[in-house]
């Protein structure tokens, strides 16, 4: 598998381990299985992070609920069949994992570079204080043919930006993957609490094709 296609979608990601492991799917004989991880923000407040992770990289057996830990890998998504629609799944595929003593403070907790291209016509918008927003919709290649589709947003001059970009153009992005809750309506009466991930874009340049 080339370096290079990996280059373009990489992860580190510092924090707490906040459930057990949770079996997920089997490819080949190797089983791969899902754990949340608490990663603070500047703010003090935190995302919750969904990683898929192989048996073979850690003791899937045993629940390490508050240990700290260190991955990298790739932000991945597919498109599970979900009440009569897709709906698109995130989480970071796993591909190097350490403990860690705790939490480094200042450090680089979450940080994610992409490199793909513009699948759907940014939008724009501001919110009731001023402040511009654009949600963009990232195509990055995988090998073999496949493709992982990022939500990203932007803010102020970035998102002003991003606003101009025609699908198809080719960009690279730095930021941090970050978790948003949402209430999803069912029905009339029904609602269902859900969580949305997205990269917060810090860094934004477009690239000639």
Request: proline share 3%; hydrophobic share 35%; with cysteine.
């Amino acid at each position: 598998m080339s370096d290079k296609i990996i280059e373009n979608n990489q992860v580190t990601i510092m924090g707490e381990i906040a459930s057990p492991f949770i079996f997920s799917h089997e490819v080949y004989g190797e089983g791969f299985y899902m754990v949340d991880v608490h990663v603070k923000r500047l703010s003090n407040s935190e995302d919750n992070i969904p990683l898929m992770i192989s048996e073979r990289l850690i003791d899937v057996s045993q629940d390490y609920t508050g240990e700290f830990i260190m991955v990298s890998g790739q932000f991945r998504s597919y498109n599970r069949h979900d009440e009569q629609k897709n709906r698109l799944v995130l989480s970071v595929f796993v591909r190097e994992v350490e403990f860690i003593e705790e939490e480094l403070d200042g450090a680089k907790t979450n940080n994610i570079f992409l490199d793909g291209y513009i699948c759907k016509l940014p939008v724009y918008r501001k919110t009731p204080l001023g402040r511009e927003i654009a949600d963009l919709l990232l195509a990055v290649n995988r090998p073999y043919g496949k493709s992982d589709y990022i939500p990203c947003i932007c803010w102020g001059r970035n998102a002003r930006f991003a606003s101009g970009f025609e699908v198809g153009e080719h960009v690279q992005i730095i930021g941090r993957i970050q978790s948003r809750e949402y209430i999803k309506k069912l029905t009339e009466t029904e609602t269902e609490k859900r969580v949305a991930y997205e990269v917060s874009v810090s860094k934004l340049e477009c690239l000639e094709n």
